[in-house]
């Protein structure tokens, strides 16, 4: 039983990215959203998503390929449903799967035979066919989980039981801000309940995708994401620790990871960070370590991972003190200025950034919290822990006693000079540098934080981190400008 792949009718949960996607290659896509906010924007051809462009999105309604509504009503005529929800940590740092959960059990009652059903929401091994399977066969319809066998492009099945609809399991895999991979590119893995629902998920993605793979069950669907995350902590995790250890050691731990880089097998760099954000990385491999407790066994490494990036917070403040302290101050009442609300650069997505934790920590202590970001004017609405930091302007900077420079700039400071400088600059910027301009959403900040040591002069901490692998977080415990002879031996370079 497979899609009709003639106009097809399609429908996806909240994520614009496939919903687009999917519409610029021919489908009529509908996207469902229980917010009549986002609805209402999309209605008017208005993106709430900073980095997918209005200008698309008004082009597929126009041509009557993209649609948004919250009735959900409408299901009974899609071909395909697409179900993109959230799936956190309950406070507990259990999975929660009420998203998954009250949208599958509102879309049962619109279910019609021949539809296929695809979750994409990122969950542990075993969801699609314990959560989401059961929940549609309330409807009085059956698909029945039977083996088959891949070689990631064809199905085989010993035995194929007839399916009154379909159902499969392909994981998200985007990775924000990235203009290297347009989610096109990225091979699109695929596992269903059956030998049907494989072929049918198939022929839908291989429609918008450059390159499917199959897999033997929605279940080894489910921890293929699960791993591919899990791996990035761990990694991470390693790197962080051995920050650490390097601190204490005095051994430049970019220095040996650039060197590690050289050998062309065998090595993958990861780099340290002042903790993870996102909404994968930090919180996927707990419902792997949830789930492998139903067979009594101990995700040692995921734990010990999740030990290490969720401490490294609190590193940067002790980091933090004692720079302060050095300089004989205090973080009581100091005026900390924190630049980067993302997660990571170039991304308006403030999903468990460390940014957020820090502001926290540091209003904790007694300090003074402001904070710019360009794709933030506001805090999201989420943080209530953060009591009224404000965005600041530019302009207000040398007004701050001290500075925190985040992940949206792609700056660093430099120890041996104590002035902010790019980690891959060899030699200072000057206005017209191409190769300042190349690095990062916003150069003139940039080069105006440059002009704000020359010209301020602020008894100043600098603390740097960026989501990015090349541009990652430095701590620097001497002031950016240590003196005035300091400042005007670069001030011709910086002029």
Same mark, same amino acid.
């Given at each position: ?23 610029? /290659? ?19 051809? =208005? ?183 899990? *791996? ?7 790197? /962080?620790?051995? !920050? ?13 990871? =650039?060197?590690? !880089? ?8 990861? *780099?340290?960070? &002042? ?11 707990? *419902? ?65 950034? &460390? ?90 900040? !940039? ?49």
């Amino acid at each position: 039983m497979l899609l009709p792949l003639r106009a097809p009718r399609l429908t996806v949960h909240t994520p614009l990215h496939p919903a687009l996607l999917f519409a610029r /290659n021919g489908f009529a896509v509908s996207g469902f959203d229980l917010d009549p906010s986002k609805v209402t924007m999309l209605q008017r051809g =208005e993106s709430y998503i900073r980095h997918i462009s209005e200008t698309v999105i008004a082009e597929h309604i126009q041509n009557k390929r993209f649609q948004a509504t919250t009735d959900f009503s409408h299901l009974r005529e899609m071909d395909a449903i697409l179900i993109c929800v959230p799936t956190p940590l309950d406070p507990h740092r259990e999975p929660d799967l009420s998203f998954v959960r009250n949208t599958v059990e509102v879309l049962t009652p619109h279910l019609r035979r021949g539809q296929l059903v695809v979750l994409e929401s990122t969950t542990y091994p075993g969801t699609t066919e314990e959560v989401v399977l059961p929940i549609l066969e309330k409807s009085g319809m059956q698909c029945p989980i039977s083996p088959y066998v891949t070689d990631g492009r064809d199905v085989t099945a010993s035995e194929e039981r007839e399916a009154d609809f379909l159902l499969a399991f392909s994981p998200e895999r985007e990775d924000p801000g990235n203009q290297q991979f347009q989610t096109h590119q990225v091979p699109k893995i695929i596992g269903g309940v059956n030998a049907s629902s494989a072929r049918g998920a198939q022929a839908l993605y291989s429609r918008a995708f450059e390159q499917t793979h199959l897999v033997s069950s929605t279940r080894a669907a489910e921890m293929t994401k699960i791993l591919e995350n899990t *791996y990035r902590a761990v990694n991470i995790a390693l790197v /962080n620790e051995l !920050k650490l250890l390097c601190l204490r050691m005095r051994i430049d731990i970019w220095e040996v990871i =650039e060197a590690a !880089k050289t050998k062309p097998f065998g090595f993958t760099a990861f *780099y340290p960070g &002042p903790g993870l954000g996102g909404h994968c990385i930090p919180i996927d491999p707990f *419902y792997l370590t949830w789930k492998a407790r139903e067979y009594e066994f101990p995700t040692r490494f995921i734990e010990l991972a999740g030990e290490i990036n969720a401490s490294m917070p609190e590193h940067v403040m002790v980091s933090l003190v004692d720079a302060l302290n050095q300089r004989k101050q205090c973080l009581q009442d100091a005026r900390v200025l924190v630049l980067g609300i993302a997660y990571k650069k170039d991304i308006d997505d403030p999903r468990e950034s &460390p940014s957020l934790k820090i502001m926290e920590l540091l209003q904790a202590r007694g300090a003074r919290v402001d904070y710019h970001d360009p794709y933030f004017p506001r805090l999201p609405k989420c943080e209530n822990t953060i009591s009224a930091s404000k965005a600041w302007n530019l302009e207000r900077f040398v007004t701050s006693s001290f500075c925190f420079w985040a992940h949206s700039f792609g700056l660093t400071i430099d120890r041996s000079l104590g002035f902010i400088k790019h980690p891959r600059l060899k030699t200072w910027p000057t206005t017209s540098s191409p190769r300042l301009r190349s690095f990062g959403p916003s150069p003139e900040l !940039k080069w105006a934080l440059l002009r704000w040591i020359q010209v301020a002069q602020p008894p100043l901490l600098g603390l740097l981190w960026v989501g990015a692998p090349k541009h990652v977080w430095r701590l620097v415990s001497a002031p950016c400008c240590a003196s005035l002879k300091d400042a005007s031996e670069h001030r011709e370079s910086l002029s």
